[in-house]
């Protein structure tokens, strides 16, 4: 499957943990297995051509196969909307806020949003250096549709278009060692499951399955659930849901899940077997979310 879609396609791009700083990640994931890339301060392209303006969040990416995770941060000498967005979440609690939907059609999208009542702001073309395999310097380019927080309070869900993919998912940057291959959906902790489905139905286009207690959205690629505080608990022992809505777990599809339960074995961390076919990571070793590891003999989330 290609890394982004086409035509019509909506996939679930990444995923966002915000951290009050960035010292913890790096030795949690890495531990994890995943190669993060370094800390970038992010910019968006003046839309009259001026310098780039800076976005006030500055970002590291655990590159997978397909899809990525990010961990953002403010950066500390700045403060704009997004980077108060960012403090703000953290009081709420710390783990992940973001869900990225990527398609084909950046303008398309907007205006679906602008019919469906979300009030999308003005794309904002966002920019972050890096440096290539070659040790040139390169620039990852992608084209953001954000909605007011108040259109989806459940966190920061944009819809995006990446315009350089070939050096987002530069293969030297993609972590194989722990067998992880790809990101696989999200389960939300929500109060009321069917209207916050819904919404999301509008946001992304997607029908929605399922009823009562827990209802999934199928992507073109990855998969988005809902369900309440009873439901997460009954499948996470030991979970603990600070507030709702909540980002409660993320899951990732392992290639080869022995290699997978090797490799966190050796680092000493502690998981627990859900099936033959999945693992769970509890949230003190994810920097506050939930992991549920997958193989392809199941599928996760859930289908309704």
Request: aromatic share 8%; net charge negative; proline share 7%.
């Amino acid at each position: 499957m290609s890394q982004v879609p086409s035509g019509s396609e909506i996939f679930l791009d990444h995923v966002g943990w915000f951290v009050p700083e960035m010292n913890a990640v790096g030795p949690t994931m890495e531990r994890l297995g995943f190669c993060l890339t370094p800390f970038v301060a992010q910019h968006n392209a003046d839309p009259n051509g001026g310098a780039p303006i800076p976005a006030g969040t500055g970002n590291r990416c655990a590159m997978l196969e397909r899809g990525y995770l990010e961990f953002l941060s403010a950066v500390p000498s700045l403060q704009t909307p997004l980077s108060e967005q960012l403090k703000a979440a953290l009081k709420r609690y710390h783990g992940v806020h973001l869900l990225a939907f990527t398609i084909n059609d950046s303008q398309g999208a907007f205006e679906r949003l602008k019919v469906e009542d979300f009030s999308p702001l003005d794309p904002i073309h966002l920019r972050r250096p890096l440096t290539l395999n070659n040790g040139k310097n390169g620039e990852v380019a992608f084209t953001v549709i954000r909605v007011p927080p108040n259109k989806m309070p459940e966190g920061r869900i944009q819809i995006l278009r990446q315009e350089t993919p070939e050096l987002v998912w530069q293969d030297n940057l993609i972590a194989r060692d722990n067998g992880i291959s790809a990101l696989g959906g999200v389960i939300l902790c929500v109060n009321d499951i069917e209207e916050v489905a819904n919404r999301f139905s509008k946001f992304t286009g997607k029908k929605i399955q399922g009823s009562e207690d827990y209802i999934s959205l199928d992507l073109d690629r990855g998969r988005i659930c809902f369900t309440n505080r009873d439901y997460m608990q009954s499948v996470i022992p030991n979970l603990v849901v600070p507030t709702t809505p909540f980002m409660a777990a993320v899951t990732l599809e392992s290639r080869d899940l022995e290699k997978t339960r090797t490799f966190i074995n050796k680092a000493g961390i502690t998981f627990k077997s859900l099936s033959d076919h999945t693992i769970l990571l509890s949230q003190d070793n994810a920097c506050g979310v939930s992991l549920i590891i997958f193989d392809k003999e199941d599928i996760w989330p859930r289908k309704s």
